[in-house]
């Protein structure tokens, strides 16, 4: 049998692909499956990274990050002195502070004498680090700027950003120069 297409051309069967058939299911199956997923909280799940030069200790880490968030840590970040007018060692120091969820110690949950996960906005992590703030903490824990880095990109990747070779796709021809 030989088809024509809206410019009037001929479509051989041979070259045109069957229909996908798929199960038979009853009729809106499909549609009540797909209503189930889309009421369906998506959420990523959390990370545990160790620290490089304390490689007792862990970090599990909340990869749940708004981009309204995200943008707030970058505002909070910028810092007129720097060359590009960013501290992206406060940056990642913010984004590492903020998303941890508790502090593991040769595999166990640290906890406060009150039974709290420690992370950095807990009295008692801040007391035995000795720092006023949780960008200090942050640093004097990992000891190593690297490694902090590595950090906020490790968790920042896991909440989909920084997915660079998957967003890049298949270069458009058309735009080479």
Known sequence: MVDYDVTGGKHDDALIPDKPTGTPTKPGAALDSLRAEFEREVRNSPITLTVPARPHIALTFDTNIPANTL???RKASRDKS??????SLKFSCIVIANKCTHVLFHGDIATDEKGTDLNFYNDAMMDMLKV????????KLYGVDGAIFVAADAILTAAGYNNEEEQQGELDPTLLT
Do not use: T
Request: proline residues 12%; without cysteine.
């Open 82 to 87: 720097m060359p590009d007018g960013f501290d």
């Open 132 to 139: 006023p703030s949780v960008i200090n903490a942050v640093q």
């Open 71 to 73: 943008q707030a840590w």
